[in-house]
């Protein structure tokens, strides 16, 4: 256990679903992130919010659709996806800068 | 576009020997991480340095910051089996700045 919850751990879904990411921080930190990890290549930043507003989105397909409700939780929002989408998608919560703490991430296939 | 090269991309060694990876830019970062990730979980922050020159040190691990803050190396004595990961480093931007940049990493296996 992180500090940094994810659910689900894994999911496999189908080009036309619409499916939902859950992050849950209850570390008192005021920023949280979104990436996407694919083999070989670096962590890519999706989506920041601090102090729940979103403060960053990197060209990220209109696909993917971010949710803060409070600076405790993250949702990402999945609908139409293509096989391409499918990766390790890593929460991360941080107080400023000083170091992120990662959930486990979600596993995502899309088929 | 701030970039983060890190070199060896793989590194396969036996237990027992020293290992060294390094984190380079052109780029100069205002500090920089190091993390550790291991097959199906979130990278696991190991160090922070935020000094040009700093050194520091956790049990086997040696991170060192470059004077101009642009590069940085983590050194391992005696690699154990459980050293086994990715490991990532990630360089902040300026006061106020949300953003870290990743490197792609590297992947280590230490072979009992």
């Known amino acids: 256990e992180t500090g940094v919850t994810q659910t689900p751990r894994h999911l496999v879904m189908g080009m036309t679903n619409k499916k939902s990411l859950k992050c849950e921080q209850h570390?008192?930190?005021?920023?949280m992130y979104w990436y996407k990890q694919s083999a070989k290549k670096p962590l890519e930043l999706m989506f920041v919010?601090?102090?729940?507003?979103?403060?960053e989105n990197n060209s990220v397909p209109s696909r993917f659709s971010p949710e803060c409700p409070n600076s405790s939780h993250l949702f990402l929002h999945l609908h139409t996806l293509q096989p391409e989408d499918s990766a390790l998608y890593l929460c991360?919560?941080?107080?400023?800068?000083?170091?992120?703490?990662f959930g486990s991430g979600t596993r995502l296939t899309v088929v | 576009t701030q970039l983060l090269e890190q070199s060896p991309q793989f590194l396969s060694i036996q237990e027992g020997e020293n290992l060294t990876v390094y984190c380079n830019s052109s780029?100069?970062?205002?500090?920089l991480q190091w993390y550790r990730q291991e097959p199906g979980e979130g990278p696991v922050l190991l160090v922070t340095?935020?000094?040009?020159?700093e050194v520091k040190k956790l049990k086997r691990l040696t991170f060192q910051f470059g004077d101009a803050r642009k590069d940085s190396s983590l050194h391992i004595t005696a690699a154990q089996p459980g050293d086994t990961g990715l490991y990532l480093c990630?360089?902040?931007?300026?006061?106020?700045?949300?953003?870290?940049?990743f490197g792609k990493g590297t992947k280590l296996s230490v072979i009992p």
């Open positions: 990630a360089g902040a931007g300026g006061a106020g700045s949300y953003q870290l940049t």
């Open positions: 570390l008192g930190h005021n920023a």
């Open positions: 991360a919560s941080s107080q400023q800068n000083y170091g992120y703490t």
């Open positions: 919010y601090n102090f729940k507003e979103q403060t």
């Open positions: 340095v935020v000094t040009g020159g």
């Open positions: 780029s100069v970062f205002s500090s």
